[in-house]
């Protein structure tokens, strides 16, 4: 199952430090010219990841916990933790005593999940494996604390402000809205099922009547458009062109998306639309082509540029490789199936890294932060409804706090009334408290534009 580790070059001070500086600039467009490095410079990095990166080990050693600003932040490769934080020094010069680049390297670029075994049945590195879960920060955007130190280091050494990016209308952070359609008809299964267990006919036969005379509660997103823009948010809709389940049994679609096309259509208007890629695609260019053409074909929308993978599928050896390979501009898969939260540790659009080839991935990762099935599932957390906000509140304030961008995904068959521990009344509460906080409302083409 799990593909064999590649031969990998070591990566050198530079590369991890020529990566990290290209997200601190993405981060902080207007940030001026300074030259930061790990031997003598205006801002000095003290080295503390020693021999790591030329080896395969998943982990480092356990970080060093350390105060900034009124928080308690774990660094990882701080080699001094009897010295300050950050030194600033007359002549505009400063010093940064933990290794906030090779940290930052570790959690954005992938590392600990490519080079760690551990998969779940889905193929997909578990949440209990990583870093975030060991040792408690998975709500936490770790790396753009890091990015804070630096920046503060940055503004001794030049005497100027450094801003962070502002979204449009200056909006102090962004939220975006997918949904991923993976049903439209089986809302009365479940209903049905459960009146014939019980042996209440009738019931049985009512659902069924309604099934075969009525539209399903699934069939709406009309609704899903219309309940999204009356806060003016704009959704994002991932299609799954496959309806066969997948090779070991996993559903996948229960439409045909090129017979349910033409009805889609008007129901989504001009929503922007993504490839929600089938099982198994994560890990096959071929099958990933073929998908992507289908779902070209059937809506006649030839610039499907964004993706996210059904069950948040991911092989992080090689799905990475195949959107590169076929010009994906955003993916949208990377979050942890079963928490809420940051899984690169940052709240910002990254770039993944390409360890073979040692230099930053083409497509953009938009993290994923909260997924609706997170909430509430047997497998996954357990929340009461009136638990749900609350428990996203302090994520939420990272992410604002820091200017980034919220993405959530809240799939159709969750807006359906019917649905009282994750379903529309829930996605309310978090769309009131994001238009609350002013969050300007974009899309994935968005992101794109205003980030590279
Ligand atoms: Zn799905």
């Known amino acids: 199952m799990l593909p064999p580790l590649p031969a990998i070059p070591p990566i050198s001070a530079e590369t991890r430090l020529a990566y990290v500086l290209r997200h601190f600039h993405m981060a902080f467009p207007a940030a001026p010219t300074v030259r930061i490095s790990y031997s ?40 001094a933790p009897e010295k300050p934080l950050l030194e ?13 680049v090779s940290a930052a390297f570790y959690l954005l670029s992938g590392w600990q999940e490519f080079f760690s075994d551990e998969r779940d049945r889905h193929g997909r590195f578990p949440y209990t494996a990583s870093v975030q879960h060991r040792y408690g920060f998975v709500d936490v955007p770790v790396v753009n604390y890091y990015f804070d130190v630096l920046k503060t280091a940055v503004e001794h050494a030049t005497g100027q402000p450094v801003r962070p990016r502002r979204w449009m209308n200056d909006a102090p952070f962004a939220a975006f809205l997918t949904h991923d359609i993976d049903n439209l008809y089986s809302a009365w299964k479940q209903p049905a099922k459960a009146a014939l267990k019980a042996g209440n006919l009738l019931g049985f036969g009512r659902q069924l009547w ?17 309940t999204v823009a009356g806060y003016g948010a704009q959704s994002t809709f991932f299609f799954l062109p496959e309806h066969r ?14 017979k349910v096309w033409p009805r889609l259509a008007p129901a989504i208007g001009d929503a922007e639309i993504g490839l929600h890629a089938s099982i198994g695609r994560a890990v096959h260019t071929g099958d990933l082509k073929r998908e992507e053409h289908r779902m070209q074909r059937c809506t006649g929308r030839d610039l499907v540029k964004g993706i996210r993978f059904h069950y948040l599928g991911w092989e992080p050896r090689l799905t990475p490789v195949l959107l590169d390979t076929l010009l994906f501009h955003y993916d949208t898969t990377l979050g942890f199936a079963e928490h809420y939260g940051f899984r690169n540790s940052y709240c910002l659009p990254f770039h993944l890294f390409d360890f073979r080839q040692s230099q930053p991935h083409d497509f953009l990762e938009i993290p994923l932060n909260v997924m609706d099935a997170t909430l509430h599932h047997p497998n996954y957390l357990r929340l009461a409804p009136d638990e749900i906000l609350p428990a996203l509140t302090p994520m939420l304030q990272q992410i604002e706090r820091f200017g980034g961008v919220c993405t959530v995904l809240w799939h159709n ?27 300007a409302f974009v899309n994935g083409r968005d992101i794109c534009e205003l980030v590279s």
Not at 210 to 223: E, G, I, M, S, V
């Open 40 to 79: 003598d410079a205006p801002v000095r990095i003290v080295d503390g990841a020693g021999e790591f990166f030329g080896q395969t080990q998943p982990y480092p050693a356990a970080p060093n916990y350390r105060d900034w600003q009124g928080q308690s932040i774990p660094f990882f490769f701080d080699a």
């Open 88 to 100: 600033l020094l007359p002549n505009q010069r400063a010093i940064i005593h933990a290794d906030v």
């Open 210 to 226: 309604q099934h075969l005379t009525r539209p399903d509660a699934w069939d709406n997103l009309k609704l899903v458009r219309e």
């Open 245 to 258: 389940p997948g090779a070991n049994g996993t559903p996948n679609a229960d439409y045909d998306v090129a």
């Open 413 to 439: 068959e969750n807006f359906d009334p019917a649905n009282q521990h994750n379903g529309p009344r829930e996605f309310h509460a978090i769309m009131e408290y994001l238009r609350s906080r002013q969050a």
